[in-house]
């Protein structure tokens, strides 16, 4: 069974910085990239940022100049630095494993998987 277990989010002030953490557990074999999601109440959920193994990232145009995205292999997890938080960046902060190759009693398989997610709430 495989696991994304974030971390980090909380309420922040405009202008403030948090740093979200995801890690992954469980029977993997194999995967490649991390993302970082978000869906605001009444909004579609959104790719805010991913990271290849190899460290190539890619981010949202709301995303790029305030957040970072970083991971560690050798711990299996991801990162999500965020400065200059604004209010329209109140969401459910999602983890997302967009494919891994895993080992379930029925063999080997590929699958996705997401994180319970972790609410981040800008605000004055």
């Known amino acids: 069974q495989v696991q994304l277990v974030e971390s980090g989010g909380g309420l922040v002030q405009p202008g403030g910085s948090l740093k979200l953490s995801c890690t992954v557990s469980?029977?993997?074999?194999?995967?490649?990239?991390l993302q970082w999601h978000r869906q605001a109440p009444g909004k579609e959920r959104e790719l805010v940022a991913a990271?290849?193994?190899?460290?190539?990232?890619n981010y949202a145009e709301s995303a790029k100049g305030r957040f970072t995205i970083s991971r560690d292999n050798t711990k299996n997890a991801t990162y999500l630095q965020m400065n200059n938080l604004k209010p329209e960046d109140t969401a459910v902060y999602y983890c997302?494993?967009?494919?891994?190759?895993?080992?379930?009693?029925?063999?080997?398989?590929?699958?996705?998987?997401w994180g319970q997610g972790t609410q981040v709430t800008v605000s004055s």
């Open positions: 469980g029977s993997i074999i194999r995967f490649n990239d």
């Open positions: 990271i290849a193994r190899g460290g190539s990232t």
């Open positions: 997302n494993l967009p494919w891994a190759t895993v080992q379930t009693t029925r063999g080997i398989m590929t699958q996705e998987f």
